[in-house]
Nanobody
């Protein structure tokens, strides 16, 4: 069973940066494709970014492309989400997710088998 624990959230001002981390345990991290999702109050959970097993392949939602960067360190069993130029629309609970699926691009929540508990990111304008 894979366990995921997010950290690094908090309250920032518009224009600031924040880096989220997600530490994985209980599985072979390098076999997992990882993703980040977020959910704002009253809204559905949405895909933010995903990364391949090796880290060579990354993909982003249009709303964050150019501002967010996903990366991973397989030696540390950790995936990161660097968030720059934050704005109020980025306020949400952010979730780390993992899957053993083989698909090149995985953006649907149902395709991920494992989830973290979520961490709050609040951007004040």
């Amino acid at each position: 069973q894979v366990q995921l624990v997010e950290s690094g959230g908090g309250l920032v001002q518009a224009g600031d940066s924040l880096r989220l981390s997600c530490a994985a345990s209980g599985g072979t991290f390098s076999s997992l494709r990882m993703g980040w999702f977020r959910q704002a109050p009253g809204k559905a959970r949405e895909f933010v970014s995903g990364i391949s097993r090796s880290g060579s392949g990354t993909y982003y939602a249009k709303s964050v492309k150019g501002r967010f960067t996903i990366s991973r360190d397989n030696a540390k069993n950790t995936v990161y989400l660097q968030m720059n130029s934050l704005n109020a629309e980025d306020t949400a609970v952010y979730f780390c997710a993992a899957t053993f699926r083989e698909s090149l691009v995985i953006t649907n929540a149902y395709e991920y088998n494992y989830w973290g508990q979520g961490i709050q990111v609040t951007v004040s304008s």
